[in-house]
C-alpha cells in the first residue's frame, strides 16, 4: 500500500475521535469563563435551553436575538467559532429530518417574500433547525468551556447522582479507547486488503463484532486496572470553584435577558421603530 494511503487509512478514524477526546477534556480553562463557576454556567445554559424551547413553532423572528448567548458566552471562553460551527454542522441532519415533511402538510401561506409565498411548514423547519443550532451550540460552548470533568462535579453538586455523573465522565473517556479500537482495525484492514481492497457489508459486520469482542476485553482490562488503584465509584477531579457573587450576578444577567427576549419579542418591535423611522 502506498504512503499516502497508510497515512490516511491511519488518520480517518481517529481525527473524529480526537475531536471528541478534546471537547470534553480541557483542564485549562481560560478566558473570563475561568472565573465563573461551573454551576453558574450550566443553570444559564439550561435556562437559556428552556427559553429555546419555549417559543411557538413559528417564532423564527423571536429566536434570532438568542444567537448571542452562545456568541457571547464563546467569546468568554476563547473559543474558535469555526469549531463550535463544525460540532453544530454534525447536528444539522437530525433537524432536517424532523421537520423533513413539514412543508407538505403545513401548506398555509404565511407571507411573502418577493412575490413567492411562504408557506407555514417552510416557517417551521428554519424554525426547527434555528433551535437545533441553538441548544446544540450552547451545549458545545458549555463543554468546552467548562471541561467535562468539571462538568460532571458541577451536576453531581446540583443534585444530579453521583453514579450517574461517574458514567457521564466514562463514557467520553471509554468513546476514546473505543475510537482507539476502531483505528487500529481499520488500518490493519487497510494494510491487509491492499489499495483496491474495499469494505463489504460482510466485512463491516466482521469489524463490527471483533471490535465488540476486543472493546469488552479492553473495558473489562481497564475496570481491573481501577479497582487495583484504588477505585470506589467516584474518578478524582479538580476541587470546584465556591460559589461567588459573581456567579449570581451572571445567573441573574442571564435569566432576565432571556425573560425579556422571550416576553419583549425585541426583534418584531425594533422592525416596527425601523418602519415609523422610515415613514
Known amino acids: ?46 435556562a437559556f435551553i428552556l427559553t429555546v424551547v ?24 476563547d473559543i474558535d467559532l469555526r469549531w463550535v460551527l463544525r460540532k453544530v454542522l454534525l447536528a444539522a441532519p437530525f433537524a432536517l429530518m ?32 434555528l433551535r437545533v443550532v441553538l441548544t446544540v451550540a ?6 468546552a468551556s467548562v471541561g467535562l470533568p468539571q462538568l460532571c462535579v458541577a451536576l453531581e453538586r446540583l443534585g444530579l447522582p453521583r453514579a450517574l455523573a ?3 465522565l466514562l463514557l467520553q473517556r471509554y468513546a476514546v479507547v473505543l475510537g482507539g479500537e476502531a483505528a487500529r482495525m481499520r488500518l490493519a484492514h487497510a494494510l491487509r ?24 476485553g479492553r473495558g473489562q482490562r481497564i475496570h481491573q486496572a481501577m479497582l487495583a488503584r484504588g477505585f ?11 460559589w461567588r457573587w459573581v456567579d449570581s450576578v451572571f445567573l441573574l444577567g442571564c435569566v ?13 418591535w425594533l422592525g416596527q421603530m425601523l418602519l415609523k423611522g422610515m415613514m
Request: glycine share 8%; aromatic share 8%.
Open 138 to 143: 450552547a451545549a458545545v460552548v458549555l463543554v
Open 98 to 129: 424532523v421537520g423533513l415533511f413539514n412543508p407538505w402538510f403545513d401548506q398555509r401561506v404565511m407571507l411573502e417574500l418577493a412575490g413567492v409565498p411562504i408557506t407555514g411548514g417552510w416557517v417551521s423547519l428554519l424554525a426547527i433547525v
Open 193 to 216: 486488503a491492499g489499495p483496491k481492497g474495499r469494505l463489504t457489508l460482510s466485512v463491516y459486520a466482521s469489524l463490527v463484532g471483533h471490535l465488540l469482542l476486543r472493546a469488552t
Open 232 to 242: 470506589n465509584g467516584r474518578l478524582p477531579t479538580a476541587p470546584a470553584l465556591p
Open 54 to 77: 419555549s417559543f411557538d413553532r413559528y417564532a423564527v423572528a423571536g429566536l434570532l436575538p438568542l444567537l448571542a448567548f452562545p456568541l457571547l458566552m464563546a467569546a468568554l471562553a
Open 256 to 268: 432576565a435577558a432571556f425573560l425579556l427576549m422571550r416576553l419583549a419579542e425585541p426583534v418584531p
Open 1 to 46: 500500500m502506498a504512503p499516502a494511503a497508510q497515512a490516511a487509512a491511519v488518520s480517518a478514524v481517529p481525527n473524529a475521535w480526537r475531536d471528541f477526546a478534546t471537547l470534553g477534556t480541557a483542564t485549562a480553562r481560560t478566558g473570563l469563563a475561568a472565573r465563573l463557576d461551573a454551576r453558574a454556567l450550566v443553570l444559564g445554559t439550561f
Open 166 to 168: 461517574t458514567q457521564l
